[in-house]
Every structure is written in C-alpha cells, then in structure tokens.
C-alpha cells in the first residue's frame, strides 16, 4: 500500500504562487506516473499535471504556461509549482500516483484559496 502526504498549500493573492509538495512512502517500488489532481466549486475532480517515469508530462489545459510539476522517481516525490494564480484555482488539491500491479493512490488533499 501506498501513502501520500501532500504539503505547501495555503492562501494566497491573485498572482501569486505556491509551491506543492507530495511524498509517497510504503511500497512505492511499482509507482511509474505521479500527479496532481483538483476538485474547485461546481467542477468534477479534474486534472492539474501528471508525469509518468521516463516519458510524457501532461497538463489540463488551464495549467499550461502557469504550472509546473516535477517528479523524483528515485525519492518518491512530486512538487507543483504553480505560478500566477487565479480566483478560479481555489479548490483542494490532490496528490496522485500509480503504476503497475498497484491500486492508484490518492492523498488525502489539500486546500489551496486563491483571494481576488
């Protein structure tokens, strides 16, 4: 089983950025792809950026050219550093991995509020 503690998150003025820190412990020998996830108000989880080991970067099209993420594979650890935050960003923030032979594993969140 995999555990994920996620950190960093907090408020912040439209403009801004922050920084968020994910760290995955247990048996992490399958995880091949960490990301980042978010529910905001009214919306559906959707998704922020996730990297799979050794390949492809993805990001929800609101994230491109303001966020970025960065995985470690050896150390288990996903940062997003997300820059020029807007009001509509505000919303919980969830850490994510997966791989194979394992259930995904999801962090328990964290809030990120984004004030006008």
């Known amino acids: 089983q995999v555990q994920l503690v996620e950190s960093g998150g907090g408020l912040v003025q439209a403009g801004g950025s922050l920084r968020l820190s994910c760290f995955a412990s247990?048996?992490?020998?399958?995880?091949?792809?960490m990301g980042w996830y978010r529910r905001t108000p009214g919306r559906q989880r959707e998704l922020v950026a996730r990297?799979?080991?050794?390949?492809?970067?993805h990001y929800g099209d609101f994230a491109e050219a303001r966020f970025s993420i960065f995985a470690d594979f050896i150390k288990k650890t996903v940062d997003l550093q997300m820059n020029n935050l807007r009001p509509e960003d505000t919303g919980v923030y969830y850490c994510?991995?997966?791989?194979?032979?394992?259930?995904?594993?999801w962090g328990q969140g964290i809030q990120v509020t984004i004030s006008s």
């Open positions: 990297t799979i080991s050794g390949g492809q970067t």
């Open positions: 247990g048996n992490t020998g399958g995880i091949d792809s």
């Open positions: 994510n991995a997966d791989g194979l032979h394992m259930l995904p594993a």
